[in-house]
């Protein structure tokens, strides 16, 4: 469901900010600096978390504002949905839909969003927690309850970890019930996880080798094989985890390994262009996948992927985007990176706060 309109209200770099697009790509031009990513993160907090930046609120504000912010979004089919903080609350996130108040879960069953920026070029290369969180948002855009499962299970844990550190010692029926919401939503956690990424690996397997690199995903460290033994593992873990300060066995622990299905060669051993391609190759094969499971398109957020992809790359992903249809935003310093997407595209130039038509 598109993106028709955008409105932002000390948000970022804008005091207020109001952009119309169509349907299908939208291209944000302009120097660096000028504030496009600021844009694609406004969009991206129309789901659940944090956004692409994985910024507090507060950090979210304009510093001329008076310390809260609002973005709004009017989509096909006469939705309205908005999120934003309070001055008052800089920390406490707001969400409405149609005008009512709603939670930042609900926003997933209206739009699915995902997300790729320099930023992840070394998501193969980096610790397992950006990889779990890649995961995690590719989860959340087929199964919009996976983010109250997630949000769940991180409250019990954070819970049964405070309690394990209390000098007294921790209540043992608390403790049994806290470990009991950690199994039940861990373990949806770690079933909505394979599903996702068995859908893709077959999704990417059937794919003819083309212009961008084939993914092979596979779960490790942590993996709906440990299920059965969870509950157990917690239970006996407990001095362990209490010594650590943290719980050390779960789904919270389980990492995202991806191979060069080509070259059958880990990812983490591929040159920059190729994991580049790799992840441009799962979000586009992920993308297809949500649409025959929710019968809509997810937005695809693109920042500067133009820029780091060769001409025929680069045409391809036009080519691709042009055929399945959906809405996608790229940013990019240069407009004639993107002549390859045609006259439907809207085109909008972004400078010092502003955004206009780019032919103004």
Not at 18 to 26: K, W, Y
Not at 83 to 90: E, K
Request: proline share 5%; with cysteine; aromatic share 4%.
């Amino acid at each position: 469901m598109p993106v028709l309109r955008l409105t932002l209200t000390d948000f970022r770099s804008y005091r207020q900010a109001t952009l119309t697009c169509g349907a299908g790509a939208v291209v944000l031009s302009g120097d660096n600096g000028a504030g496009k990513t600021n844009i694609l993160e406004a969009i991206s907090l129309l789901s659940p978390g944090r956004g692409l930046r994985q910024s507090t609120l507060s950090e979210m504000a304009c510093d001329a504002g008076p310390g809260g912010f609002a973005v709004a979004a009017h989509l096909a089919g006469e939705i309205d949905i908005g999120t934003g903080t309070l001055a008052t609350a800089p920390e406490r996130r707001q969400v409405r839909i149609n005008g009512a108040g709603s939670s930042a879960a609900a926003l997933s069953e209206r739009l699915a969003i995902l997300w790729l920026t320099p930023a992840m070029d070394r998501i193969f290369v980096e610790g397992a927690v950006a990889r779990r969180r890649f995961l995690d948002r590719l989860t959340i855009a087929r199964e919009p309850g996976h983010g109250v499962h997630a949000a769940r299970y991180e409250a019990a844990m954070r819970a049964r970890n405070r309690l394990l550190s209390e000098e007294a010692g921790a209540d043992a029926a608390w403790l049994a019930a806290l470990e009991a919401g950690m199994v039940e939503h861990g373990l949806a956690l770690a079933e909505a996880r394979a599903r996702t990424v068995a859908a893709l690996t077959l999704r990417l397997a059937d794919q003819p080798p083309g212009p961008f690199a084939r993914a092979h995903l596979a779960l490790d460290r942590w993996t709906p094989e440990d299920a059965p033994r969870f509950a157990s593992d917690l239970r006996q873990g407990r001095g362990r985890d209490a010594a650590a300060g943290r719980t050390l066995t779960g789904p919270h622990r389980t990492d995202l390994v991806v191979r060069h299905l080509d070259k059958q060669q880990p990812a983490d051993r591929c040159s920059t262009g190729e994991q580049k391609a790799l992840l441009l190759s799962i979000v586009l094969a992920h993308a297809d996948i949500v649409a025959e499971d929710r019968g809509a398109r997810p937005i695809l957020l693109l920042d500067e992927v133009a820029a780091h992809l060769d001409p025929s790359r680069r045409a391809a992903l036009f080519a691709r985007l042009d055929a399945t249809g959906g809405q996608s935003w790229m940013t990019g310093t240069e407009p004639a990176l993107f002549e390859g997407l045609g006259t439907c595209a809207t085109r909008l130039t972004v400078a010092e706060g502003q955004v206009r038509p780019a032919q103004d």
